[in-house]
């Protein structure tokens, strides 16, 4: 295996690669339900509380504050653009659908690739792209918390029962 040394993320950058971890734990406790054949009732409930606690303004920030200041016509930013109306589909079908596991598993699968592609690609080209100014003025932006977000939560589906 190939040593790869971290991405160094410019400070501006840092607290959204922070709030992808929460992302990240979102699809894993989606994954954590559905394999232990929780309700798909009561992790859509929880995915779509979620998405409006936290997902949705990480989303937005990141449109109006990192992905505005590349052109229009970037084809990364179109990817990411094209990314987050697809994850708002998907969010929006559950919440019609919530007892469809279908609709939960291509949640997480689309929302973990486009993490991924965040993380690999779309904040290496926006470091390389947004004026240091611009970068500067976004810096103080700080991460969600989700921990807050899931203090507002009882049904934690996603824990192992101890017998």
Same mark, same amino acid.
């Given at each position: 295996?190939?040593?790869?040394?971290?991405?160094?993320?410019?400070?501006?950058?840092?607290?959204?690669?922070?709030?992808?971890?929460?992302?990240?734990?979102?699809?894993?406790?989606?994954?954590?339900?559905?394999?232990? !054949? &929780?309700?798909?009732?009561?992790?859509?409930?929880?995915?779509?509380?979620?998405?409006?606690?936290?997902?949705?303004?990480?989303?937005?920030?990141?449109?109006?504050?990192?992905?505005?200041?590349?052109?229009?016509?970037?084809?990364?930013?179109?990817?990411?653009?094209?990314?987050?109306?697809?994850?708002?589909?998907?969010?929006?079908?559950?919440?019609?659908?919530?007892?469809? !596991? &279908?609709?939960?598993?291509?949640?997480?699968?689309?929302?973990?690739?486009?993490?991924?592609?965040?993380?690999?690609?779309?904040?290496?080209?926006?470091?390389?792209?947004?004026?240091?100014?611009?970068?500067?003025?976004?810096?103080?932006?700080?991460?969600?918390?989700?921990? !807050?977000?899931?203090?507002?939560?009882?049904?934690?589906?996603?824990?192992?029962?101890?017998?």
């Amino acid at each position: 295996m190939k040593n790869q040394a971290p991405i160094k993320r410019h400070q501006a950058i840092v607290s959204f690669s922070k709030d992808h971890h929460f992302g990240l734990l979102l699809i894993w406790k989606i994954r954590q339900g559905l394999n232990k !054949a &929780v309700n798909p009732e009561r992790i859509s409930n929880y995915v779509t509380f979620f998405f409006k606690e936290d997902l949705e303004k990480h989303f937005k920030e990141e449109e109006q504050l990192l992905f505005s200041k590349l052109p229009a016509d970037d084809v990364l930013r179109k990817q990411a653009e094209g990314d987050h109306q697809a994850i708002y589909k998907l969010v929006a079908a559950i919440e019609k659908k919530k007892d469809d !596991a &279908v609709l939960l598993n291509q949640l997480a699968d689309e929302l973990e690739k486009h993490i991924r592609f965040e993380e690999r690609e779309l904040f290496n080209h926006l470091q390389d792209n947004i004026k240091a100014d611009d970068l500067e003025a976004i810096a103080n932006r700080f991460p969600n918390s989700s921990k !807050a977000i899931d203090e507002k939560w009882e049904d934690v589906f996603w824990e192992i029962k101890k017998q």
